[in-house]
């Protein structure tokens, strides 16, 4: 009974391939996000959706595509990979019922590390 | 906007001995904090958090942490460390009415048998 799932868990490319993360949740949550977790553990949040409407998208580069076919899911598209690409992605969800609201949890996916070659 | 720093980067400790771990924010509004531990190899999994009411927080595993507005400080602390603590620890914290999350560094957390 996985909350929220990723696949695949690894993922070994060559750069410039483009390539997708899938990620589910079964919580019920309206609120999707895609985080990137660097080298050094560093945890940054890439983009979030609230009931398939982007709501953040911070500075990433336009190669990176989000795309959320219904609540559940929000998976991540990335085009011409690049070497510094190379990280541990996690989605996460939250219930947030209405855009804005913040008071809710974020529950997190076990990750997908995509290693560029 | 938001910023999350932990200054402790890493920090080993003998099993049994008391953890403390530092954690300021900075933001002019109300906030709400949290801490996640990740186990090695493993994903996010959330320890407490604090929305309001009692500062001091209890969480999973004997965890607790104290919100001290004026400090602007959300410090993880535990009486007694055990070697399946050791992880990382990510503190983090957003604002009211907003939906980023924002992430220390984390703290690496090793205990020695």
């Known amino acids: 009974d996985t909350a929220v799932s990723q696949t695949p868990k690894y993922l070994v490319t060559q750069m410039g391939n483009d390539k997708s993360i899938k990620c589910e949740q079964n919580l019920g949550h309206d609120t999707m996000y895609w985080y990137k977790q660097d080298s050094k553990k560093f945890l940054k949040i890439m983009f979030s959706?609230?009931?398939?409407?982007?709501?953040i998208n911070e500075t990433v580069p336009n190669r990176f595509s989000p795309k959320s076919p219904d609540k559940a899911h929000l998976n991540l598209h990335i085009n011409s990979l690049e070497l510094g690409d190379s990280a541990v992605y996690f989605c996460?969800?939250?219930?947030?019922?209405?855009?804005?609201?913040?008071?809710?949890?974020?529950?997190f996916g076990p990750g997908t590390r995509l290693t560029v070659l | 906007a938001q910023s999350v720093s932990q200054h402790n980067h890493h920090v080993i400790l003998s099993e049994a001995a008391s953890l403390e771990l530092g954690c300021n924010y900075s933001y002019g509004g109300t906030v709400n904090l949290f801490w996640y531990v990740q186990y090695p190899g493993q994903h996010l999994q959330l320890l407490l958090k604090y929305f309001s009411g009692d500062p001091l927080v209890k969480g999973i595993k004997g965890f607790e942490a104290e919100f001290i507005k004026s400090k602007f400080s959300f410090n993880l602390r535990k009486p007694s460390v055990q070697w399946s603590d050791t992880a990382e620890y990510f503190c983090?914290?957003?604002?009211?009415?907003?939906?980023?999350?924002?992430f220390g560094t984390g703290t690496r957390l090793l205990v020695s048998p």
């Open positions: 983090a914290v957003n604002g009211r009415g907003f939906q980023k999350l924002v």
């Open positions: 959706y609230n009931n398939k409407e982007l709501i």
């Open positions: 996460a969800s939250s219930q947030d019922r209405t855009s804005g609201r913040s008071t809710d949890t974020q529950y």
